[in-house]
């Protein structure tokens, strides 16, 4: 990935958390990625499996039938400082996909993220901290497949110790990264950091 999408992290790290200040709940707080769900020293994938690439077809729908997620999928750019856009905060069930990057399915890094809330509550990725090592990512794509991607870890990262080159750089594999805002809370500035979730493709389903 570019410098400029690096900006990502940036973008993310500044949810407000605008439903936890307004309702005065910041005790709920959304779920956090446990230890056991984190890359473990040694081979970085719970499995070796691992399906061959598909040609580049944009994203149109994303499953995580694990944590309740079925959502629409939007192409996301840059804005004029080099940063990623986000998904318009109103829409609580919509993720966002670089689209300047690589597709899901095809080989390297697709980048999709979504908000954890808004002001009037959770949105598409807030319990994707819950998510555990093995579960699944289910991609629609505008060619009729379906990538089907399996969860290798879940990790959660302060904003100024977000690992870049981790998250965004190249794979020879068809990888996924899924990204929300998380970490530590705070009134007055929002959530401190950003909850990763790392995945492959193990699997294609034709339309």
Request: one cysteine or more.
């Given at each position: ?41 040694g081979p970085n994938q719970h499995t070796d499996a691992a399906a061959d690439p598909l040609p580049a077809s944009p994203p149109v729908r994303l499953r995580i ?20 856009e986000v998904p318009p905060a109103g829409d609580r069930n919509l993720a966002g996909w670089f689209r300047d ?107």
């Amino acid at each position: 990935m570019t410098a400029k999408v690096k900006g990502w992290a940036l973008v993310l790290a500044v949810c407000a958390g605008l439903w936890l200040v307004h309702n005065g709940v910041q005790d709920v707080t959304p779920p956090m990625p446990t230890a056991a769900e984190a890359f473990a020293a040694g081979p970085n994938q719970h499995t070796d499996a691992a399906a061959d690439p598909l040609p580049a077809s944009p994203p149109v729908r994303l499953r995580i039938p694990e944590i309740d997620v079925d959502a629409p999928v939007s192409g996301l750019g840059l804005n004029g400082d080099g940063s990623l856009e986000v998904p318009p905060a109103g829409d609580r069930n919509l993720a966002g996909w670089f689209r300047d990057g690589t597709t899901p399915g095809a080989k390297g890094t697709a980048i999709v993220a979504g908000h954890v809330d808004n002001a009037r509550g959770p949105s598409v990725f807030y319990s994707l901290g819950a998510l555990k090592k093995g579960n699944r990512v289910e991609i629609a794509r505008r060619d009729g497949r379906t990538a089907v991607f399996t969860i290798d870890a879940i990790e959660v990262y302060e904003a100024d110790a977000f690992p870049d080159e981790k998250v965004y750089g190249p794979s020879d594999r068809a990888e996924l990264r899924v990204i929300t805002c998380g970490g530590g809370f705070s009134e007055k500035t929002g959530y401190q950091g950003n909850v990763v979730a790392y995945g492959h493709l193990i699997g294609v389903r034709q339309a």
